[in-house]
């Protein structure tokens, strides 16, 4: 049963007043009160409606929909033109629901008067009532801004009260028949064949959580099988196979709002990688700069970890070993942070084996997505690897047929990538109109 939406914060003092979001849950219905003609009513260019920029990535995010189901707003292509920046983001529950952030930032004459509300959606939820659930989230976001516009007389609220008068109390966590535990299975097969090729892969998995604020245990195993035969010519032919099994568990408890600690426990199985068998022990600790709460929004995390590894390897090593124990430790940061003006994101990880400092690993990860000015946006992403740390490479050159068809990793002493790219729009601020003819084509 979905939660009812949470009132979080709310800066200056309340434009409209917010004792209706304390009514949960509440099933209001937002309509304006003289219905809108023709196509250039819906085009939302009414003296008075509210602009309202719409910011969204990710799941959920369609924006059709809302423009649907809330077109008593003047929707703009640019947040410069807006008088709400309307940003949504979202992170996965521990029931594989998620758990959507409103935050409403007011621009213009609502300058530094936000808001922001929470609604939690269950798992395995069609499409359409999620959003249904976001959109109705939205609406009574966006009543105390409306509420003070031309269009306030336009707008009629209704309330309906539960069973007995009053608002249905959402499920306690304590009746939960499952006490947290969500399990999911997953298969998926597929062939591809023409004439002269044939691919064939199938993989599955089963994992198992229970998360609470407190305490996170997490388990999963996952399979991948992958074969493909090319015929070269009407009598040989040539066959790649490549195979890959894990078991993960993970125990994290919450420690503090900004200290948690856990343990992670890996076992596997890799052709590509020379591995015949692979397992991984070791603790862990985090700190946040930031509140956990503040997840969807910002973060920025320090992690350290330290373990040993054992190795049953399928052929013999450049090391000339055919099986090890390696003791190890890493230690990185990751920040992502998300504005109205754009996104950051990066992490930066170092990592090495105990009986041997030089065998070690540095990765780097660094992107952006910028609002530069209007209709303008940049966006950049890289990443580096210094690789140091290939115990695991197979004695030996690889045929032109193994590096080919990737079949075993290749030494490399680094790898990077890198890309960039803009977008700019301009004509209309206004993009309330919706129309999905021969949008296949």
Request: net charge neutral; hydrophobic share 35%; with cysteine.
């Amino acid at each position: 049963m979905p939660l009812a939406p949470r009132r979080h914060s709310i800066s200056k003092n309340g434009l409209f007043s917010g004792t209706i979001l304390l009514l949960a849950p509440v099933v209001l219905a937002v309509s304006a009160a003289r219905p809108l003609r023709g196509q250039e009513a819906q085009a939302g260019q009414a003296a008075g409606a509210l602009r309202v920029f719409f910011d969204c990535n990710g799941p959920n995010c369609d924006f059709d929909f809302y423009r649907r189901e809330i077109p008593f707003v003047n929707y703009t292509r640019d947040r410069n033109d807006a008088q709400v920046h309307v940003l949504i983001t979202s992170e996965r529950t521990g029931s594989r629901g998620r758990r959507f952030t409103i935050d409403f930032i007011g621009r213009e004459e609502f300058e530094g008067i936000d808001d922001r509300l929470e609604v939690v959606t269950r798992a395995n939820l069609a499409s359409e009532q999620a959003l249904t659930q976001v959109a109705a989230t939205m609406k009574l976001g966006l009543l105390r801004y409306v509420a003070r516009t031309d269009q306030a007389a336009d707008i009629e609220v209704r309330y309906a009260a539960g069973a007995e008068g009053k608002a249905a109390a959402p499920a306690s966590p304590e009746n939960d028949p499952w006490n947290f535990w969500t399990f999911r299975v997953r298969g998926n097969g597929n062939v591809n064949i023409d004439e002269r090729t044939k691919f064939y892969r199938v993989s599955g998995g089963i994992s198992a959580s229970r998360i609470t604020d407190d305490l996170k245990l997490v388990f999963s195993v996952e399979g991948n099988y992958n074969k493909s035969v090319f015929e070269t010519s009407d009598s040989t032919s040539v066959t790649s196979t490549r195979d890959s099994y894990d078991i993960e568990a993970l125990n994290v408890w919450s420690l503090t709002e900004h200290w948690s600690f856990g343990t992670s426990y890996q076992a596997g199985r890799s052709s590509f990688n020379n591995e015949a068998l692979r397992i991984e022990v070791g603790p862990a600790i985090e700190y946040n700069i930031f509140p956990y709460s503040e997840s969807t929004r910002r973060q920025f995390n320090i992690l350290y970890t330290i373990g040993v590894r054992y190795n049953n390897y399928i052929e013999e090593t450049v090391f000339l070993k055919t099986k090890e124990t390696l003791p190890q430790q890493s230690i990185g940061a990751s920040v992502s942070v998300r504005q109205p003006w754009g996104g950051t994101f990066g992490s930066l990880e170092f990592s090495q084996f105990l009986e041997d400092l030089a065998k070690n690993r540095l990765n780097v990860f660094l992107g952006a997505d910028f609002r530069l000015f209007r209709g303008l946006s940049f966006n950049v992403n890289g990443s580096y690897s210094r690789v140091r740390d290939q115990v695991n490479v197979p004695a030996g050159d690889a045929t032109d047929e193994e590096v080919l068809l990737r079949q075993r990793i290749l030494q490399s002493g680094f790898r990077y990538a890198f890309s960039v790219g803009f977008s700019y729009t301009f004509g209309s601020i206004f993009s309330n109109v919706v129309n999905p003819r021969l949008e296949s084509l």
